[in-house]
């Protein structure tokens, strides 16, 4: 089983991102998902998490998600020591930003970077990363195909949004692509 | 794209269980984690998706009189609620299964106040296991979707007419998002007929309903309920059947064993956790350690003939309650202990508490909850209750 932990603040879609990996894994691949927030209330701005689970088999593990093989950072101003909670020597954090560099407590792990925010911006006027992000980690991961996760897109979001936010998805997945080689070299 | 299957909430499951299940009325009150089923619910009226009367009411307590109200006419009727908003609807739920009226609710299992608390524990629908409900707990949206088209089935029963409720645990069901087949809007409507009830209200064969009793009837109208929730067992098993048979899911009546057959030591489950047990379950096996799960399904009617023919196969069991009766043990714990004295079982016993107010339950725990019981064969251990993960000190 594969486990994913989005980090984002309520309102940037970092649920409906963690969903829409669900839904590319569940409905248009050959694969079994769960996508479930951090329980609780809900605040616009505040830090809030989401998670998927994927795996080729059912999933009956309801327990939360402890350890990570995937970290997605939506917002780099959330970037701070508790996100180290579960992370192994494995996991990989993706995280929006342009200057990776600068998060001294990131060194020594797996780190991609994508601006995230300067993509959406180039192509939604906005800067709602969630779509930018999950086409990165969709790129690194390989959890699910791009088609699949395009499927997602087609099949989740709203007719006005979906041109724009696939895309952001090819564009960030083609960013990423590049960075995949590398990682796996390393 | 697979056929039928979405990725949807256990609450939007229980919202097409319920569109799919055609009732003539809803009337609800949303509630923290119960609310996105009566927002869908809503929605799916508002949109002609559904033929049905949306009834809002200002709270719970209006929410199950209204339905009552419909049932008495011979309606279908839907609601649902969670935790403090079931306890505001306790008055009318003992009016409800004591009418007669076979009305299906979903419950979203969330912890009772005070503290003040939105989270998932099972506290508020097992205190109310006496209010004369059919009591049925899922474990995932797929279950919950199939058991309100049950549901109907059941409670309409005409040897039954009694109202059933549903249990999801809060969140980790119903704000969770899985793959669900939706089924046939036909193939739902040959399994379950339109309801047809002698108990209603009728200008054409005029009864009296709801009245007052006196004492020298009182009792023979409970002896009936109760006879009508004991014969229900019957009809769940059999309802059941039927529907693994036309949807290809079944999930086998009052309980489910799992790896019981050559088990040492069995976990008692109910809900959500179901899912959590089988897979450590499954990784103790691999060790060659010989432990299995019961997954209770309904808490009433309860179990008693399962765990009382089970008692005599195995040498251990546990009981996971996401509850605790103040002062003595969790109410799983109890019915389970009552079928088990019942048998004569010598078994090794153990109640765990916890997974409160919305407390993840681990693996490692759950681990360590098998490891007690597989040590307890055979010992002189006494039976006890444990709160475990327990963050304060203790003296026990």
Known sequence: MKEIRWHGRGGQGGFTASRLLGIAAGMFQDKHALAFPSFGPERRGAPVLAFTKIDDKKIHDRSEVITCDYVVVMDETLINPTMLKGITDDTVFIINTKNPDKYEILKNYKVVAVDATGIALDILGRPITNTAMYGALVAISGLVSLDAALESIRHEMKPSLIDKNIEIVNRAYEECSKVESTLKNN | ?396
């Open chain 2, 1 to 396: 794209m697979k056929k039928n299957k979405i990725f949807i909430s256990g609450d939007e499951a229980v919202a097409h269980g319920t569109r799919l299940s055609r009732p003539h009325v809803i009337a609800a009150y949303p509630i923290t984690p119960q609310t996105i089923t009566v927002e869908r619910l809503s929605e799916m009226v508002e949109n002609g998706d559904m033929d049905c009367d949306y009834m809002h009411v200002e709270s719970e307590h209006s929410a199950l009189s209204a339905a009552m109200g419909a049932s008495s006419v011979g309606a279908r009727t839907f609601t649902a609620t969670s935790s403090q908003g079931l306890l505001y609807m306790a008055e009318a739920m003992h009016y409800a299964s004591g009418g007669r009226y076979p009305i299906v609710m979903m419950n979203a299992n969330r912890s009772v106040a005070l503290p003040w608390s939105i989270y998932g524990d099972q506290r508020d629908s097992l205190s109310l296991l006496d209010s004369g409900w059919i009591q049925v707990y899922v474990e995932d949206a797929q279950e919950a979707l199939d058991m309100i088209i049950q549901a109907y089935k059941i409670a309409e029963h005409a040897k039954v007419l009694t109202p059933m409720m549903v249990n999801l645990d809060g969140f980790i069901l119903t704000h969770t998002y899985e793959m669900v087949e939706i089924p046939e809007q036909e193939m739902v409507d040959k399994f379950l007929p339109k309801f047809e009830t002698p108990n209603k209200m009728s200008f054409e064969n005029p009864k009296n309903l709801a009245f007052s009793s006196q004492p020298d009837d009182n009792t023979e109208f409970k002896y009936q309920q109760n006879k009508a929730m004991l014969d229900s067992i019957e009809i769940i098993e059999k309802t059941d059947q039927d529907f693994g048979e036309q949807f290809g899911r079944y999930y086998q009546g009052m309980v489910e064993e799992i790896m019981c057959a050559d088990a040492d030591a069995v976990l008692v489950t109910l809900g959500s956790i179901t899912g959590t047990v089988r897979v450590v379950a499954e990784q103790l096996r691999a060790k060659g350690l010989k432990v299995g799960v019961l997954k209770i399904r309904y808490m009433r009617p309860f179990p008693e003939k399962e765990i009382m023919a089970l008692s005599k196969k195995i040498k251990a069991i546990g009981v996971i309650d996401k509850d605790i009766s103040f002062g003595y043990e969790g109410t799983i714990y109890t019915n389970v202990n009552s079928a088990l004295s019942k048998a004569n079982a010598s078994v090794f016993k153990k109640n765990f508490i916890g997974g409160l107010g919305g407390r993840d339950i681990t693996k490692a725990e759950i681990e360590k909850m098998f490891m007690d019981l597989l040590e307890g064969i055979d010992s002189d251990k006494p039976a006890t209750v444990e709160f475990f993960n327990l963050k304060v000190e203790t003296n026990d």
